[in-house]
C-alpha cells in the first residue's frame, strides 16, 4: 500500500522554526525524487524543495537559504528543516514522489498534508 505520511506542522511565530517530516513505503521512497510541495489559501500549489535518489537538490527562490530539505535512506524518511518563517510561508505542506529527475513535473504519489501557519 502507498503511503507518504506528513507530520511536524503548527503554528510559529515569524523568526521561528519547524521541521516537516514524510514517512514514506520503502518501494517509493528508494527510486524516486522526494518532494514538498506547498499551497496557500487562494494561491496554486507549488514546489518548495527536492531531494533526487541522488543526492541532489533544489529549492524554489522564495526558501532558498531558509529551507533545508534531507532524506534519511535507512528510515524511508524525508525531512524539511524550516527557519526564519514568514507569514507568507503559510500553507498547506505536501510530500510527494516523483520519477528521477521529474520532482516537480511528474508527480506518482502525494500525502495529505500538513498546515504550516506562521503568525
Known amino acids: 500500500h502507498v503511503q507518504l505520511v506528513e507530520s511536524g506542522g503548527g503554528l510559529v511565530q515569524p523568526g521561528g522554526s519547524l521541521r516537516l517530516t514524510c514517512a514514506a513505503s520503502?518501494?517509493?521512497?528508494?527510486?524516486?525524487?522526494m518532494a514538498w510541495f506547498r499551497q496557500a489559501p487562494g494561491k496554486e500549489r507549488e514546489g518548495v524543495a527536492a531531494?533526487?535518489?541522488?543526492?541532489?537538490?533544489s529549492y524554489a527562490d522564495s526558501v532558498k537559504g531558509r529551507f533545508t530539505i534531507s532524506r534519511d535512506n535507512a528510515n524511508n524518511t524525508l525531512y524539511l528543516q524550516m527557519n526564519s518563517l514568514k507569514p507568507d510561508d503559510t500553507a498547506i505542506y505536501y510530500c510527494?514522489?516523483?520519477?528521477?529527475?521529474?520532482?516537480?513535473?511528474?508527480?506518482?504519489?502525494w500525502g495529505q498534508g500538513t498546515q504550516v501557519t506562521v503568525s
Open positions: 510527494a514522489a516523483a520519477p528521477r529527475g521529474y520532482c516537480y513535473t511528474i508527480i506518482n504519489y
Open positions: 520503502r518501494y517509493i521512497y528508494s527510486t524516486n525524487c
Open positions: 531531494v533526487d535518489s541522488d543526492g541532489s537538490t
